[in-house]
Structure formats: C-alpha cells, structure tokens
C-alpha cells in the first residue's frame, strides 16, 4: 500500500482527476490518499469528492485530509504538488501591469514578466516543501505540475536532495490536435518530441512508419485547420517543426506576434475564437477586455461547489502522466512519456547543461530514465535558448532574492524586449515590485 500526498489538494476539478487516474488502476487502489491544502473549506470539497468516488466503487483506499503540511508529506512514497502561492489579485498585477507598458501577454504563467513574477513568488514556497521531504520522505519522486515548470523545478533540482519530475499534458495535448489536423487516429500517431516546457518540438512524426509533415503542411493550407492554430502554424511554417503547448500560449513567448496592436488584430481576425462561447477559455492570440478575464477567473476560482448529485464517479483514465508515473513505478509496467528533468549536459546537447528540459523518458520498475536527443535542429535551439536565458536569470532571483537577477530576466523576455525600452522595463519591474509586494519575500 503506497501513500500519495497532494500538496495543493484544493485544485478540485484537477485533483478529482488525479485521483481518479490513481484509482483507475487495480494495483493502486488500496493507496492511501492523502490531500492537504491550506484552504480549509476547499479542502472539505475534494475530501468529500474523493472518499464519495472510493465508496461508490467500494475500493480499499484510504482517504486522509489535513491543512498539515509535514502531516501530509510524512512517510509519503509519492508527492504530487500543483499549489498557487496568492489569489487572483497577484495575477492580476502581473498580466494588468505589463499591459499598461504595452506587453499583452495570453496567460502570464510561464514566461515574461508574469511568469518572472510568479516565479519569485512560488519558488520559495516550493523550495519549503522541498526540504520538508528531504526530512520526511526524502526517497519520495516529486511529481510536480505547478508553473512556471521549468523554472519551479530548475530551483528545486539544484537547491534540494529530492528526485524532482515536472509533469505537464501539453505535448499529448498537441498530439490531439495533430492527429485531428491530418486525420490520423491518436493512438496510431508515433512522435518524438524534445525541448523546453511548453516549447517542446515535435522533432518526428509518423503513422505506420510515413512521415506526417506534408500532411501537417498540407492541413496548414485547409482555412478550417490553421484558424484553429495560426500561431503555431506560421511557427512551423518558418522554422519547421510543430511546437507544442497552444498558439494562444506560444504567442507570448516570441517576439513575433504580440509586439503590435496590428499583429494582434491581423492573428485575432484569422483565428477561430468566438468571444461569445460560453465556457471559459483564454483567446487563442489575444486575450479578453481588461476585467473580465479576472472577473471570470474569480467566478471559476469561487465555484468549486461540491454537489455529489452531479459529481462523476466513473474511473474514467485522463491523459495526464502522474498516475502513470506511480504505477510503472510500483508494478514495473514501462511507459514512455515526455517528462521535465536537468538536462546534465547529454540529453539536449546544444541546450545548457543545467537547463530544465522536456524529453522522452523511459518509466519501468527501475525508475525513471530520460532519453538522450542529441542537437536540436539550431534554428529550434535558439528559440529555446531565449527563453532558457529568461528562466536561468529567473531562478538565480528566486533562489538568491537578487533583484538585479530578477531586472536582467524582465529584460531579456522575447516579448518584453519587442516592446519596451530597457527604462520602462525598470518602471514596469518596480511596479510590480510595489503591487506585489506581501506575496514576494525580501529581495536583497
């Protein structure tokens, strides 16, 4: 019997879903499930949701609820962390106040001055829990799904003595939108896939041995096709691989298509996004009217009302890798997926060598085994080396609570440096400073 600690437990919609993969597999379900937030009352929803999904199908698992982190972590054979250090205000500044100088970022979470921010925010907390299981479950994998990825576990990987897995769905996420584009079922879709997160390159791309690409070049002339994705299509179309994540996300990590209110608009008009839908979502290249992004994401991040009535209780498996992870771990069943680890100087050789990157990883019994890439095509290398620039100055900030780290990351941001003069990036990184200031421990 395996424990499972859920740091950040109060993700309800996310964590049903992580819960239920676990409980999908035989062999996992006598696990005890142990879910701390430090949101009480959030952490009473996902409690009642996952001991209702452990009755309903009369499983042996054991379901545990504390706001004690250390209660949580201890003794615990598998970690899974998907926390968010601050509510909506912080995020707001950090998308709100880089628009006022004119940067437009789509999300703001991984990249930019958003995703610098958020960093310096969430880094810390991390770096807690991380020396928590040092203590208390030091031989425990880290499963991590909090963003900004790369830049939480480059800080943990290098300031911690835990095995650190970041864990993200978007190349199998890409892979869905591959496989619609040139009509290929999914699971006969072969790829090979290697970069940053998300900026990872789908490097080969196969069915039943025949290369994809005309075919994906090919859907990129179909008007229906490339307005679901024109952001990513031009990206292929001038540099020859398809990327993973999503244009609307892409967008804000290149200096090419949000640098103009012109561009913006050009990419808005050939896209498929319908303001009017009623679910919500993020514009694929431009993003919703000041405030009511924040009015909606305060609305969703209130709404997670448990209702057993319309809660579904079927063991139905997602796309996302950590119970995955833990079941080739413990039953030896291998798996290959692309995981987030230390590129050590021999997977991605014209990366960094202590650059964050996303490989294939082979996952047996044994452990965890990245896969070694070789060289990028350079062209693919370069896009990615400009965001590593980012994260690396990002994390020494973080780490060190420079501010003068955090300055020179602001200002090598691919986006940042299309719009703004190194001045206003000062005036921008101080207003943030100001906005933000409870939710960010003292810079040096």
Known sequence: ??????????????????????LSFPALQDATLCLMDIDADRLERIDAATRLLVDDHDLSATVEATTDRRAALEDADYVITMIHVGGAEPVENEIEIPRRYGVKQSVGDTLGPGGVFRAMRTIPTMLDIARDMEELCPDAPL?????????????????????VYGICHSIVATAHDIASYVDVPFEELEYWVAGINHMAWFLELEHEGRDLYPDLRAAMTDPNSYARDVVRFETMDHFGRFITESSHHLSEYLPYFRHEQAEIDRLVDASAYDPDRAEFEYSPVCWLPTGEYFDQWRTIDHADQFDPDEMDTS????????????????????????????????????????????????????GVHPCSVGDLP???AALNRSNVNVQSLAVAAAVERDETALRQAVKLDPLTAA???????DDMVDDLLEANDEYLPELA
């Open 315 to 366: 063991l139905s498996r997602s796309g996302e890798y950590a119970a995955r992870i833990v079941h080739s771990l413990e039953t030896g069943e291998p798996r290959r997926m692309n995981l987030n680890v230390p590129n050590d100087g021999r997977l991605i050789t014209n990366l960094p060598d202590d650059a964050l990157v996303e490989v294939p990883c082979h996952v047996d019994g044994t």
């Open 419 to 425: 719009v703004c003069t190194l001045e206003e990036i």
């Open 143 to 163: 499963l991590q799904h909090t963003n900004p990825m790369a830049m939480v576990c480059w800080a943990l990987e290098a300031e911690a003595e835990i095995d």
């Open 378 to 380: 350079p062209q693919l």
């Open 1 to 22: 019997m395996v424990k499972i600690a859920f740091i950040g437990a109060g993700s309800h919609t996310f964590t049903q879903t992580l819960v239920r993969d676990v």
